[in-house]
């Protein structure tokens, strides 16, 4: 089966599985886990941040860096494509109190004038704003690179008005090696990040916060008032440190699978994709063919599709998913569109 429904499916490498079963451990409630502490140092050094807190998934990590960074009540900027908003469960106002205030993302960047006219006058009657949040890379704009020089201003902006940033960096490794900016680099601009482990890099689970002592010892005890008290937690902190020591580079194979894909579709008759891809993702639609059942057609043919956008279909390249098998899906994909095609009725 050739799995392109997410980066999230990877199984851990024989290296990795060996970290976990030799990684020591502890208590990490009192602290006492030397690999989870190993981790959480790791990227708050790679990232120049004070701390770095380890957590079970990229949600979590968003929504607490939300809450270390608001109070019930106040308004938090993102953008209308954005993971936080669309696929978080409506988290910032259950585990928060706090609402969203959706600006334009197309393309995946927040639109600063609308970030701009977004931020509440100081009125007792208005709620806060606190926060505005960017994506890196973006998710639901097929894996785009938000350019350094836009994250410069909006950073920037929000400073000057005395608003606190948060990236949700999920898939930031990309970005790091496919536009040749250091992780530190992204992260120095914003207040919280959260850098998930479990995407292209391969581990089976978990994500790593970072921010300001301050910040991230208020979002460590709500990590525990929300149930994420760990205890030995090394064996799977282990698989994390495996990742980011041996599978950043290697995310550049994963882009040429997304390219070499897109070669092979963009010319299909039935296809409308845009520009090739700049990472791991792509999104294309299928003009009147039913997503749905050319996902369930591919799935019979062993290539399985999201069809999780109401109007497209997405496929994600990743460790578990060589070249030659890119190259396979999109004949695949190619045959399945031409029949359902060939089977519509004449117009």
Known sequence: MIDLRSDTVTQPS???REAMVSAPVGDDVYGEDPTVNRLEEMVAEMTGKERGLFVPTGTMGNQLCLKALTEPGDEVIVGKKSHIFNYETGAPGV???VQLHTVDDRGGALNSMEVEMAVREKAYYLPKTSVVAQEQTHNKEGGRIVDLTHLISIARFAKEVGVSAHLDGARIWNAVVEADVSVKKYAELFDTVSLSLSKGLGAPIGSVLV???TVVAKAHKFRKIWGGGWR???????????ALENNIERLKEDHKKARSFYERIKSIDGIQVGDAPQTNILIFRLGNLDVKEVAR???????MISAAFKDALRVVFHMDVSLSQAEEAAGVLSAVVTKLKNMQPAS
């Open 232 to 242: 030995q937690a090394g064996i799977l902190a282990a698989a994390g440190i495996y």
């Open 95 to 97: 585990l928060s109190g």
């Open 14 to 16: 024989q290296g990795m």
């Open 211 to 213: 921010g300001s002592t």
């Open 297 to 303: 057609q591919a799935a019979k043919e062993n290539v």
